[in-house]
């Protein structure tokens, strides 16, 4: 196809920066807001152990099992994905971006499409990865959501979602392994700058103790919306040791840190970082643009990017879905 690009005439100078559109950093990546787990092709086994131990008295006879020896494993396959699109370099001759293409009508390759068109849609693929890792849901299973024993809140938030190529996160914690997922399950109100003190409050009582005290301490894993609610709540509390935002610009909650990433409204989760596993072939394919010709006896070009991908939650039982 050919771009979609509407040019004027260049009668003076250029301004030099091409303005995109406004891109939220891939913060879930590159600040490591969860684990990662690479090199993982097909059939990757992730166990869980889930262990008890429980004291009894000395028996000088023989003695008697007490306790638990409990280990799950699951198969983690990511999925293989791609971004794909088709443009026509001949498109730019008219446009800004023919100053830096080379004389003569062979060439129409422009450096500055280049690096800043393509490396705009660059970003919007980390970015789309990102949302998608957090909330996304397979047809499989809304279907199966739909049909299942969940709560009204869940069901309402899978039938919301456009079916995708994987199960995101909060799917994960919702339907997981064939069966209603296993997380702490708090059933949330609309969040606004007035209830947001009471919301996180009942979300953070629900959090098991050994999680809060821990020696991994967990993540708040809010929407962006939250930061603005926080910011208002704070200007007219009498303290502000509750929501406390240090210098580095780090925000925290009774001294647990909220991390913001692309959740939807009134969503919250609480979780150790290294409960949530980002599964992929190689973290680095996400960088990874292909742009070359379709085929030798054309002009036309393609950018592409192909990489793996799946979101597997450790530990349900110790892991709060507010929703």
């Not at 429980?54 to 099992?65: E, K």
């Amino acid at each position: 196809m050919a771009i979609s690009y509407t040019p004027t005439d260049i009668r003076g100078k250029a301004y030099e920066p091409v303005i995109e559109e406004i891109l939220f950093a891939n913060d879930t990546v590159n600040k490591n807001y969860v684990a990662f787990e690479t090199d993982v092709k097909s059939d990757t086994i992730f166990t869980e152990n889930d262990n008890t131990a429980t004291m009894q008295a000395f028996s000088s006879g023989v003695p008697t099992s007490s306790g638990t020896l409990g280990l799950t494993d699951t198969l983690v396959s990511p999925v293989k994905v791609m971004y794909y699109q088709e443009f026509d370099p001949n498109t730019l001759r008219s446009s800004r971006f023919k100053r830096d293409m080379a004389a003569g009508a062979w060439n129409v390759e422009s450096n500055e499409f280049a690096t800043s068109v393509l490396g705009s849609y660059g970003r919007l693929i980390s970015e789309d990865l990102q949302a998608k890792f957090w909330s996304n849901a397979t047809s499989a299973t809304k279907t199966a959501v739909a049909a299942g024993a969940n709560t009204t809140a869940e069901k309402a938030y899978v039938a919301g979602l456009t079916a995708g190529q994987f199960d995101g996160v909060i799917t994960r914690m919702i339907y997981n392994n064939g069966a209603v997922g296993g997380r702490v399950n708090v059933v949330g109100v609309a969040i606004t700058s007035a209830t947001i003190a009471a919301e996180y409050a009942r979300a953070y009582a629900a959090v098991p103790s050994r999680v809060l005290f821990g020696a991994v301490k967990p993540y708040i894993y809010a929407p962006y919306s939250h930061k603005q609610f926080i910011n208002i709540y704070n200007v007219s509390a009498t303290y502000r040791d509750l929501f406390s935002v240090q210098a580095d610009g780090r925000y925290f909650y009774n001294g647990v840190e909220i991390v913001f990433v692309p959740l939807a409204e009134n969503i919250m989760i609480i979780a150790r970082p290294d409960y949530i596993v980002w599964c992929t072939d190689l973290l680095s394919d996400i960088n990874m643009l292909k742009i070359d010709k379709i085929a030798l006896n054309r002009e036309d070009m393609f950018v592409k990017n192909v990489m793996t991908i799946f979101a597997h939650v450790l530990n349900q039982s110790m892991n709060v879905l507010y929703l």
